[in-house]
């Protein structure tokens, strides 16, 4: 791996768990609104986003009260969120969708697998939930952010 890369996605993941960190009471539980998810837009742009994404999902995750299953699930749902990302690299509004849906199917799973809610009434609001917190993290900040970079750094594309 280059030099590069490794500090790309080191410096992204820092700055993904740091914000999540810095406003951990919005940015954990069934009503989250993770400013750090803003940066699920960035494998667009480079793929050193998608380890540096998950990575400080999982450091992120560490200080979640849903322990272990936050850790390993939403870590998860981080990474397939941004290969997914990268792969619609070409279509900008349509990248926003991953992180969205993935959040919103796989984190409620999270509360139900760690016994704090688990009835399907539970799951249904939580993803709900989710999906309106992403939805509004990524297409009202995220994705205006992505056109702007586009238009200021055009050949930032790979």
């Not at 993904?16 to 667009?44: C, D, K």
């Not at 704090?116 to 009202?140: D, G, K, L, M, P």
């Amino acid at each position: 791996m280059k030099t590069r890369f490794i500090t790309r996605s080191a410096l992204i993941a820092a700055i993904y768990a740091v914000l999540t960190v810095l406003i951990q009471s919005i940015s954990y539980g069934p009503i989250q609104f993770r400013i750090s998810e803003m940066l699920t837009i960035l494998p667009v742009f480079m793929t050193e986003a998608i380890p540096g994404l998950a990575i400080g999902c999982l450091i992120a995750n560490i200080l979640s009260a849903y322990g272990v299953y936050d850790m390993i699930f939403g870590t998860f749902a981080t990474l397939i969120a941004a290969v997914m990302t990268y792969k619609l690299r070409n279509r900008i509004l349509f990248a926003g969708f991953p992180p969205v849906i993935i959040n919103a199917l796989i984190v409620p799973m999270i509360f139900i697998l760690s016994g704090s809610e688990a009835s399907f009434a539970a799951y249904i609001f939580n993803f709900a939930t989710i999906f309106i917190s992403e939805a509004i993290i990524v297409y009202i900040f995220a994705i205006p952010l992505a056109y702007g970079i586009r238009k200021q750094f055009p050949n930032l594309l790979k």
